[in-house]
């Protein structure tokens, strides 16, 4: 038994160690959203938003959005703004009233790929 | 002796392999927008570099059964991964002597069979070798058992939208047997099912809710398991095992960006299963997250 847990002390150990020594990064999840996820808006938003809570790799990050008929209304494709690695954004022409559906595909800094979409309504 | 070494080969040998891996990445159990949190009392269905331990209290006919697992996953590839665990046991009951030790240990491969993102369905096969010998004196058995395995899961986000606060739910499941190599051991029939509602998921992809830490990240759940002897009549009966057994779990797993905590109570499924509520608490480690480059990562590919 006693050798046991000195193995399972020793495994532990190694892992404390390289959680200490090693960056983590790990898999990129939306914190929050602008507009908010699900969220009615009165007016029209210009950009679309997302925090996530994970430095990501702009390379491989998207962003777009498309209202009810699945056409693109975002303009300009992704942007991760330099200095907010956690942040990606999207510009969207001008939207009247309607569904619309916020689409993203994200890389984390580490590789590892999360996606999602969200709706919000204008109007 | 041999067993004892083994086991320290073998440790060494996953330290190794583990320290060399090259930078690479995958994921826990994820499938398209869903996170599936690793189930308590059965496998989920991802193939992951994870530490867990789990604690476990039961009481049935004054019989009081305290259990301690660990358990160690490591991916070999992006979809295969290999496994070692065991568990401590204390026993309690009136009039006896109390006992307590290791079980035997267990070693597992899994391969996970197929990810489907747009339909939020995972499924992964296993197959472990309880090895005879392995634990404590008394306390473990003298005979090894092979247990095939699938597990999966599916979200429920493919719903229409109409029942837009359905989607959050999930479920998932494991289906195993276990065969002894002794032929007057029975062979037993388990599985697990749950039914988990994703608060990150409803607030990510349905509607932001304002819910805040922690409750922001938290999977109320309910699992439920059962093991039968599927064995001849004669081996069930002399092992005692012709009642099914199993409990009702409900709960609640927190889910964090790189460890998770849960606690369920055991409720005995039937009186067969015993005559107390227990508890379970527990906690996994995403070494996929903790350690993303180094023993999180697969060591080929």
């Known amino acids: 038994m006693l050798r046991v847990l000195k193995r399972l002390g020793v495994v532990l150990g190694l892992l404390a160690g390289l959680a200490v020594s090693l960056p983590a990064w790990a898999h990129a999840f939306p914190v929050k959203s602008s507009p908010q996820v699900g969220a009615s808006v009165a007016s029209a938003p210009k950009q679309v938003r997302i925090w996530f809570d994970a430095d990501l790799n702009a390379l491989f990050s998207k962003i777009s959005v498309v209202n009810s008929a699945g056409q693109v209304v975002s303009t300009g494709g992704a942007h991760v703004p330099a200095g907010h690695p956690r942040l990606l954004e999207t510009a969207v022409k001008p939207l009247p009233a309607g569904q619309y559906w916020v689409k993203w595909s994200v890389v984390a800094r580490d590789g590892h790929h999360t996606e999602g979409k969200f709706p919000f309504h204008v109007g | 002796m041999r067993h004892h070494s083994l086991k320290q080969l073998g440790l060494g040998m996953m ?141 429920f986000g493919d719903l229409p939208w109409s029942v837009k606060y359905l989607r959050p739910l999930a479920i998932s499941g494991a289906i195993s047997e276990d065969m002894p190599s002794d032929s007057t051991q029975p062979k037993m029939l388990n599985w697990g099912v749950s039914l988990q509602y994703s608060i990150p998921y409803l607030q990510s992809f349905v509607k932001d809710v304002g819910l805040g830490a922690p409750f922001n990240n ?60 227990g508890i379970l608490v527990g906690i996994d480690v995403y070494l996929d997250d903790v350690l993303p480059h180094s023993l999180g990562a697969p060591i080929f590919g």
């Open chain 2, 15 to 155: 330290a190794a392999a583990a320290l060399a891996a090259p930078a690479a990445g995958w994921a826990h159990a994820v499938a398209g927008m869903r996170v599936f949190p690793a189930t308590m009392s059965f496998d989920d269905p991802g193939v992951a570099n994870e530490f867990s331990t789990n604690y476990s209290q039961i009481k049935a006919d004054g019989v009081t059964t305290k259990n301690l697992a660990f358990a160690y996953a490591k991916t070999i590839t992006p979809k295969f991964g290999l496994s070692i665990a065991s568990d401590y046991n204390w026993i309690t009951q009136p009039g006896q002597p109390n006992q307590s030790g290791w079980d035997n240990v267990t070693i597992g491969a899994a391969y996970q069979l197929f990810v489907n993102g747009p339909h939020e369905a995972i499924g992964m096969l296993a197959l472990s070798d309880t090895l005879a010998n392995s634990g404590s004196g008394g306390m473990d058995s003298n005979f090894s058992t092979i247990s095939p395995e699938f597990a999966f899961g599916k979200g």
């Open chain 2, 218 to 277: 938290m999977v109320p759940i309910v699992e439920y398991t059962m093991s039968q002897c599927v064995d001849s009549y004669s081996v069930c009966a002399s092992s005692g095992s012709l009642d099914r057994t199993g409990s009702v779990n409900p709960g609640v797993i927190w889910v964090g960006k790189y460890y998770q905590l849960g606690v369920e109570a055991q409720i005995p499924a039937n009186r067969a299963s015993g005559n107390h509520v």
